[in-house]
DNA sequence: ACTGATTCTTTTTTT
DNA sequence: AAGAATCAGT
């Protein structure tokens, strides 16, 4: 007991000690909060004799579940089967599958991930007749979440104009097509666990008796309906622990709503928050920039980091000329960094967008550094494992059009939109779904009726078997349904085996040019349902689809070698690294533009900011550049005014060596000459208290001229901006200015008289 | 019905 | 830039 507890603060000992009442923990980055979560269970079991069965503990990804698991089992050595530790998603989804008919669900039901989601939708808006121009299926997808996120239904949707009548229409077409298929969305899963709690009150005084204790991470990120999901679960009697940080909520874009820290205070009647303010992460200067950035939001819950390490390093500030100078800097510290000893899965490499990771890895790779990149293309969302999982879909339950629709012509085996048309037809005509509509033209059309009806019995694959159609819709009946029959009884990993087999997918790909990799990753699905059984208690084939969809990124086909860490900012939340790259400090970028437009957009991004910058541990590396490509064309951007909210004494900033002139020259205005040396330039790297070896690089090349497109340039009377185009020459040169504030002006260089900076 | 080519669209973050 | 959707030719 006093070994559990030996090591923590005072505040963390309060927390984990805390008698059998609900509490608030408000836990800056870095203050040990998962240690504490941790802790207080293995206290609850060991000390207070807590039953693991009636403990619940919700965590805000599978990871974070995984690792919960880990540390208090080598906390304690008992068995902890009974506990539910899972994502509010994965909870929701084991209770529907356990109470599946008490939620109108067929046992087999199939969880769309957003991409299928949106598939179903496009369906159903093109089925009755939708305008896609004026009712955009991305939007459509959008709304329906939103509702669910607000616990509406598509009949409950508030109507005040066309718009939303509209709206309303499709979502509740789309919940009729979700009911007909037994498909469940990732909203569904929580509202339909809502509302079996809400109907069904045996079930819910069984859930609220049961779970004595539950515990919540990452709180500031639950919505509202997750919000009512716990209350309904906790009851009246359960002590409900909660962990959580307003500043570090980034999800509100997804229904995350801070306002529950403020209710649960109220709701449970929390008479004092506990505060965790030590940070035992980082280094001083890198907490004084976070704690300096965080301070411009407004309506924070007062809380100030704090760390007895010192100060630190200063940050170091680079400004690149393009997103490839930005990609080669970064190669070539992280390479130094290795060199100093410290491990490539120390060093992170964080973006807003997922889309800023290709430059980057392209970089890597020819630099032959392993990484590892995390999110962005899942595996399981690979299209030849989507392929594959639609078979799978097929062979737990044939209802499923959307994936049939996906391989009923793929491989290709002469099934084309007018036979699809025609099927479409008449499973409308018939109420069923596409399956059984082949089914029944294919029981008329292969065997006469009499004979059918006769061997009743007997399965008429069975008799047909001889003259097994190699093309058409036959043959692909024939197919599923020799896939079923021959997969009855294998274990998963022979099923998945025996399905890539006889699908003709991997025959397909081995034929393809391009297809290796891909071949590659369908084998590797074999190893994810070997690593599934092994894991999971039931092992079946529905419960490693669900699996499949609700997990989709953890499975990862590389493996454990030493590798830096590539990822957004998002997935890095609860993370932390040695030394931290945190790239694209751009407006616009980060703060991605499209945050302009919404409410609380600005301080959402800071706040993101702040969990990028509390990741670091000893170094931190802010870079930008001038210009990067995106969506196929180049941009021009401004540096972060995330970056000015920084104080200046804790930055350094890095000047390169100009090993060639990547920047693009502009044609008769480049007489003048750069002057001297910025005087913050000079070492890239100084030495450090990690044993990285001392290096000093001085400034070897000039910049060929002052002024060219990326240049910063301040303006007497527009002030800062970038230099995004320009024409004419000698004293007819103009230049196109970006203003940070001023808007976009064209300036002749001969009157305005402009700074470079 | 399939194929290859061309045009069009998309671009934040995730369970 | 990369994918999806569409189109023209076989």
């Given at each position: 007991?006093s070994?559990?507890?030996?090591?923590?603060?005072?505040?963390?000992?309060?927390a984990?000690?805390?008698?059998?009442?609900?509490?608030?923990?408000?836990?800056?980055?870095?203050?040990?909060?998962?240690?504490?979560?941790?802790?207080?269970?293995?206290?609850?079991?060991?000390?207070?004799?807590?039953?693991?069965?009636?403990?619940?503990?919700?965590?805000?990804?599978?990871?974070?579940?995984?690792?919960?698991?880990?540390r208090?089992?080598?906390?304690?050595?008992i068995?902890?089967?009974?506990?539910w530790?899972g994502?509010?998603?994965?909870?929701?989804n084991?209770?529907?599958?356990?109470?599946?008919?008490?939620?109108?669900?067929?046992?087999?039901?199939?969880?769309?991930?957003?991409a299928?989601?949106?598939?179903?939708?496009?369906?159903?808006?093109?089925?009755?007749?939708a305008?896609?121009?004026?009712?955009?299926?991305?939007q459509?997808?959008?709304?329906i979440?939103?509702?669910?996120?607000?616990?509406?239904?598509?009949?409950?949707?508030?109507?005040?104009?066309?718009?939303?009548r509209?709206?309303?229409?499709?979502?509740?077409?789309?919940?009729?097509?979700?009911?007909?298929?037994?498909?469940?969305?990732f909203?569904?899963?929580?509202?339909?666990?809502?509302?079996?709690?809400?109907?069904?009150?045996?079930?819910?005084?069984?859930y609220?008796?049961?779970?004595?204790?539950i515990?919540?991470?990452?709180?500031?990120?639950?919505?509202q309906?997750?919000?009512?999901?716990?209350?309904l679960?906790?009851?009246?009697?359960?002590?409900?622990?909660?962990?959580?940080?307003?500043?570090?909520?980034?999800?509100?874009?997804?229904?995350?709503?801070?306002?529950?820290?403020?209710?649960?205070e109220?709701?449970?009647?929390?008479?004092?928050?506990?505060?965790?303010?030590?940070?035992y992460?980082s280094?001083?200067n890198?907490?004084?920039?976070a704690?300096?950035?965080?301070?411009?939001?407004?309506?924070?819950?007062?809380?100030?980091?704090?760390t007895?390490?010192?100060?630190?390093?200063?940050?170091?500030?680079?400004?690149?000329?393009t997103?490839?100078?930005?990609?080669?800097?970064?190669?070539?510290?992280?390479?130094?960094?290795?060199?100093?000893?410290?491990r490539?899965?120390?060093?992170?490499?964080?973006?807003?967008?997922?889309?800023?990771?290709?430059?980057?890895?392209?970089?890597?790779f020819?630099?032959?550094?392993?990484?590892?990149?995390?999110?962005?293309?899942?595996?399981?969302?690979?299209?030849?494992?989507?392929?594959?999982?639609?078979?799978?879909?097929?062979?737990?339950?044939?209802?499923?059009?959307?994936?049939?629709?996906?391989?009923?012509?793929?491989?290709?085996?002469?099934?084309g939109?007018?036979?699809?048309?025609q099927?479409?037809?008449?499973?409308?005509q018939?109420?069923?779904?596409?399956?059984?509509a082949?089914?029944?033209?294919?029981r008329?059309?292969?065997?006469?009726?009499?004979?059918?009806?006769?061997?009743?019995?007997v399965?008429?694959?069975?008799?047909?078997?001889?003259?097994?159609?190699?093309?058409?819709?036959?043959?692909?009946?024939?197919?599923?349904?020799?896939?079923?029959?021959?997969?009855?009884?294998?274990?998963?990993?022979?099923?998945?085996d025996?399905?890539?087999?006889?699908?003709g997918?991997?025959?397909?790909?081995?034929?393809?040019?391009?297809?290796?990799?891909?071949?590659?990753?369908?084998?590797?699905?074999?190893?994810?349902?070997?690593?599934?059984?092994?894991?999971?208690?039931?092992?079946?084939?529905?419960?490693?689809?669900?699996?499949?969809?609700?997990?989709?990124?953890?499975?990862?086909?590389?493996?454990?070698q030493?590798?830096l860490?590539?990822?957004?900012?998002?997935?890095a939340?609860?993370?932390?690294?040695?030394?931290?790259?945190?790239?694209g400090?751009?407006?616009?970028?980060?703060?991605?533009?499209?945050?302009?437009?919404?409410?609380?957009?600005?301080?959402?991004?800071?706040?993101?900011?702040?969990?990028?910058?509390?990741?670091?541990?000893?170094?931190?590396?802010l870079?930008?550049?001038?210009?990067?490509?995106?969506?196929?064309?180049?941009?021009?951007n401004?540096?972060?005014?995330?970056?000015?909210?920084?104080?200046?004494?804790?930055l350094?900033?890095?000047?390169?060596?100009q090993?060639?002139?990547?920047?693009?020259q502009?044609?008769?205005?480049?007489?003048?000459?750069?002057?001297?040396a910025?005087?913050?330039?000079?070492?890239?790297?100084?030495?450090?208290?990690?044993?990285?070896?001392?290096?000093?690089?001085?400034?070897?090349?000039?910049?060929?001229?002052?002024?060219?497109?990326?240049?910063?340039?301040?303006?007497?009377?527009?002030?800062?901006g970038?230099i995004?185009?320009?024409?004419?020459?000698?004293?007819?040169?103009?230049?196109?200015?970006?203003?940070s504030?001023?808007?976009?002006?064209?300036?002749?260089?001969?009157?305005a008289?402009?700074?470079?900076?």
């Open positions: 007991m070994l559990l507890l030996s090591g923590l603060n005072n505040e963390q000992l309060k984990v000690t805390l008698p059998h009442q609900s509490a608030l923990i408000l836990a800056g980055a870095g203050s040990g909060k998962t240690r504490v979560l941790t802790t207080r269970i293995a206290y609850l079991i060991q000390s207070r004799q807590v039953s693991p069965h009636s403990i619940l503990a919700v965590t805000f990804t599978n990871k974070a579940a995984k690792e919960m698991l880990a208090i089992s080598a906390m304690l050595p068995n902890i089967q009974g506990m530790v994502t509010f998603h994965g909870l929701c084991r209770m529907l599958r356990a109470h599946y008919q008490d939620a109108g669900l067929p046992r087999v039901f199939q969880i769309l991930d957003s299928d989601q949106l598939a179903v939708i496009k369906r159903v808006l093109k089925g009755i007749g305008d896609d121009e004026k009712f955009p299926p991305r459509v997808q959008w709304f979440n939103n509702a669910k996120d607000e616990g509406l239904r598509g009949s409950q949707v508030e109507v005040y104009d066309d718009f939303t509209k709206m309303g229409e499709f979502y509740s077409a789309y919940e009729q097509q979700c009911n007909k298929e037994g498909m469940v969305d909203a569904e899963l929580l509202l339909r666990s809502y509302e079996l709690l809400t109907r069904n009150e045996i079930l819910q005084r069984h609220s008796s049961r779970f004595n204790h515990l919540v991470d990452e709180f500031q990120d639950t919505s309906l997750q919000y009512k999901w716990l209350k679960l906790a009851g009246v009697e359960a002590a409900v622990f909660v962990v959580g940080d307003d500043d570090q909520s980034i999800y509100a874009f997804r229904g995350a709503n801070t306002g529950n820290m403020k209710d649960f109220h709701d449970f009647h929390i008479s004092k928050i506990i505060k965790l303010e030590q940070n992460r280094h001083g890198i907490l004084d920039a704690n300096t950035l965080i301070r411009n939001n407004s309506g924070r819950l007062d809380k100030n980091l704090w007895s390490e010192g100060h630190g390093e200063p940050l170091r500030v680079y400004n690149a000329q997103d490839f100078d930005e990609a080669a800097f970064i190669v070539k510290e992280a390479k130094f960094l290795q060199a100093g000893g410290v490539l899965s120390q060093i992170g490499l964080l973006y807003r967008s997922n889309a800023q990771s290709r430059v980057l890895e392209h970089a890597l020819n630099a032959s550094l392993a990484y590892r990149v995390y999110g962005g293309l899942r595996f399981f969302e690979r299209q030849e494992i989507k392929h594959a999982l639609a078979y799978l879909r097929m062979i737990a339950n044939q209802n499923d059009d959307n994936a049939l629709l996906r391989i009923i012509n793929f491989p290709a085996r002469g099934i939109i007018r036979s699809l048309e099927l479409q037809f008449d499973a409308k018939q109420g069923g779904s596409l399956w059984q082949a089914l029944e033209k294919y008329v059309g292969a065997i006469p009726i009499q004979e059918s009806e006769d061997m009743a019995s399965s008429h694959i069975e008799s047909r078997k001889a003259d097994k159609p190699k093309k058409g819709l036959n043959s692909f009946v024939v197919l599923i349904e020799s896939m079923q029959q021959g997969c009855l009884e294998l274990p998963l990993p022979e099923i998945v025996h399905m890539l087999e006889h699908s997918l991997v025959d397909y790909y081995r034929a393809q040019r391009e297809g290796a990799n891909r071949l590659e990753n369908l084998n590797e699905l074999i190893n994810a349902a070997t690593s599934y059984i092994q894991e999971a208690d039931d092992g079946s084939l529905a419960t490693f689809l669900a699996h499949a969809s609700l997990e989709a990124g953890e499975h990862q086909s590389g493996n454990n030493d590798a860490q590539l990822m957004t900012v998002h997935s939340k609860g993370l932390e690294f040695h030394s931290v790259f945190l790239s400090l751009e407006e616009g970028l980060f703060p991605h533009e499209n945050s302009r437009n919404e409410v609380g957009g600005l301080e959402e991004e800071r706040r993101l900011m702040y969990v990028a910058l509390t990741r670091a541990q000893r170094r931190l590396y870079s930008f550049t001038q210009s990067r490509m995106l969506h196929g064309q180049t941009r021009y401004i540096p972060s005014r995330f970056l000015e909210e920084i104080p200046d004494s804790l350094e900033w890095l000047r390169p060596v090993e060639e002139v990547i920047t693009q502009v044609s008769g205005i480049m007489e003048q000459e750069l002057g001297a910025d005087p913050r330039s000079g070492m890239l790297t100084r030495n450090s208290k990690f044993g990285i070896q001392d290096r000093t690089l001085g400034i070897t090349g000039m910049e060929a001229s002052q002024w060219r497109i990326g240049q910063n340039v301040v303006h007497a009377k527009f002030g800062t970038i995004v185009n320009c024409e004419g020459g000698g004293s007819d040169a103009r230049v196109q200015v970006k203003f504030q001023a808007g976009t002006k064209w300036l002749s260089l001969e009157y008289k402009l700074v470079s900076t």
